[in-house]
């Protein structure tokens, strides 16, 4: 928001041109009760009214500044309301011709009715907006100025009847940004666990366990868990995700079904990290070459090695645009995983190695969020099995951040920290089919930028 400029100068003045008293009003009230001339009458009352008007100015300031929030949250409001309206016409008409000027004439009815609409709740106050809607190069850009009046309580006393509240907002989003998508995929072994709570008791019951279950052993008659429990019909993690990528691809049909505004590469890591597939629009390629199945655990292979491996990423991904050409796409990573850091099965029969089942450490994110580059992580976290040897060994221990809980919720708040709004918490088999989707939706969205 640009700072409302409050027009208080008659008052100021009026207050500069008082002839304040050195003397302390309590003294002053002492001296007029001892006077028996009246002759203190006349500074006490002008040390009164003094007072009296700093008393109006605080209380009547107060009002003003609160009403000045309301009416910026208005306009935030407003500003907003003007690109979303004028971006879905957009995308449904076509930017072209009279669509375009239609849309934008419909934005800004919409987000001048929105500001009209909600000033007449606030009682006791003026205020008309200036509203425009503008499209250019890609961008959709609304902005909403206004001027209130707001009517002090006390201030009228002293001949002061109006202040004048003065602000604006600008939201700004593109119809449909040049995007590159870099999908960072974890296919470790914890991937092969059930998808939810639901699916991990039923993983449970028919082979015995449900944390460190996915040990490339035969289980039976099939050559390990991942494949005995696909053809049982349990959904894993690793299923959800896949799923989820798919309805991702699907909504780059929908969104861009030239392909020529959004690019996406596909990365998975567990012990080592492998580039599936280098940006490309194709489609195809995409759904192609989706991560293959979960590497399954052994000593040293199936361990998520996150941390000594992002690297790799960094150096390719390159800088961060505005998204309003395409030299200069908006870039987006996701990464979806359970978050925890493992070295390899060396803790089950080693506690030694069991400290370093930890939190991903996320201090790459700055280095994306420094290059312009956006960060969203759709988490499939652990759900708590008390009755797991394995994981209360490990993410069972107390946090090792010394927070509240265990050491699996330090992973959320971790992930979190990174992601921020863009953080998605998926528990269930719909949530991590819909994540990707939620995720791509929600960076899309018109932002406020002033």
């Keep these: 928001m640009i700072p409302a400029m409050l027009n208080v100068s008659r008052t100021s003045r009026f207050v500069r041109a008082l002839n304040f008293s050195r003397v302390p009003v309590s003294a002053l009230c002492v001296r007029f009760l001892e006077s028996r001339d009246g002759s203190v009458a006349v500074p006490f009352a002008a040390s009164l009214l003094t007072l009296l008007l700093f008393i109006g100015l605080a209380i009547d300031a107060g009002g003003a500044y609160s009403t000045k929030a309301k009416i910026d949250a208005i306009t935030d409001s407003a500003s907003l309301a003007g690109v979303s309206t004028a971006r879905l016409a957009l995308l449904d008409g076509g930017p072209v011709g009279g669509n375009a000027e239609t849309a934008l004439a419909s934005a800004k009815d919409r987000a001048s009715n929105f500001f009209a609409v909600q000033m007449a709740g606030l009682s006791g106050i003026d205020g008309a907006a200036n509203v425009s809607v503008t499209f250019d190069n890609g961008q959709i850009r609304s902005s909403v100025s206004y001027t209130a009046t707001y009517r002090p309580h006390l201030l009228p006393l002293f001949g002061f009847n109006e202040v004048t509240i003065n602000g604006e907002a600008v939201a700004s989003a593109a119809i449909l940004p040049f995007m590159e998508i870099t999908l ?167 506690p030694a190695y069991r400290a370093d089942v930890a939190p991903f450490n996320m201090a790459f994110c700055e280095t994306l969020k420094s290059r312009g580059i956006r960060v969203g992580v759709l988490h499939t976290p652990y759900i708590p099995m008390p009755d797991d040897w394995g994981y209360m060994a490990t993410l069972g221990q107390p946090s090792q951040l010394g927070n509240p809980g265990a050491r699996a919720d330090d992973v959320a708040r971790v992930l979190k920290s990174c992601a921020g709004d863009l953080y998605f918490e998926a528990d269930s088999s719909d949530k991590i089919a819909e994540g990707f989707v939620n995720i791509l939706r929600s960076a899309n969205t018109p932002r406020l930028v002033m």
């Design 184 to 350: 960072l995929v974890d296919t470790s072994g914890s991937m092969a666990i059930g998808a939810d709570e639901h699916e991990q008791a039923l993983l449970k019951s028919q082979i015995g366990c449900a944390f460190a279950c996915h040990d490339n052993a035969p289980v039976k008659g099939y050559a390990n868990s991942y494949l005995y429990a696909k053809a049982m019909g349990i959904t894993l993690r690793y299923d959800a995700i896949n799923t989820g990528i798919k309805k991702m691809i699907d909504e780059f049909d929908v969104l861009d079904p030239d392909a020529k505004s959004i690019q996406a590469s596909i990365w998975s890591f567990d012990t080592y990290y492998n580039r599936k597939q280098t940006m490309t629009a194709s489609r195809s390629q995409l759904r192609w070459n989706l991560p293959s199945a979960p590497a399954m655990s052994g000593k040293t292979e199936g361990a998520t090695k996150f941390n000594e491996g992002i690297g790799s990423v960094l150096s390719v991904i390159g800088q961060g645009g505005s998204g309003a050409t395409a030299a200069s796409p908006m870039k987006l990573v996701i990464l979806a995983t359970d978050g925890v850091q493992d070295p390899g099965r060396f803790w089950v029969d080693q």
